[in-house]
Nanobody, 115 residues
Framework: QVQLVESGGGLVQAGGSLRLSCAPS????????MGWYRQAPGKQRELVAT???????SYADSVKGRFTISRDNAKNTMYLQMNSLKPEDTAVYYC?????????WGQGTQVTVSS
């Protein structure tokens, strides 16, 4: 069973920054794609950003230019740098990883942006 351990959430004022981390219990090279999703209260879970094993990235329109997804292969960790945070970014953020066969999820980390 693969574990995805997230960290870095918290409370921040609008305009501030946070960096989320996701450390899988298996080598990061075993996943063809990793990403971040978020779910706000009363809303469906939505895609935030993804990064492939080759390093290609994609972003939701709502976070383009503000969020950056990256991976450090040496540290076996994926990151989400979030800048210029807005109250509407408030949600539980989930790490996701897939290897063509299984899709894995982390437990989630709360991000709260105050106005």
């Amino acid at each position: 069973q693969v574990q995805l351990v997230e960290s870095g959430g918290g409370l921040v004022q609008a305009g501030g920054s946070l960096r989320l981390s996701c450390a899988p219990s298996r080598s990061i090279f075993s996943f063809n794609r990793m990403g971040w999703y978020r779910q706000a209260p009363g809303k469906q879970r939505e895609l935030v950003a993804t990064i492939t094993s080759g390093g290609s990235t994609s972003y939701a329109d709502s976070v383009k230019g503000r969020f950056t997804i990256s991976r450090d292969n040496a540290k076996n960790t994926m990151y989400l740098q979030m800048n210029s945070l807005k109250p509407e970014d408030t949600a539980v953020y989930y790490c996701n990883a897939d290897n063509y066969i299984y899709n894995y999820w982390g437990q989630g980390t709360q991000v709260t942006v105050s106005s």
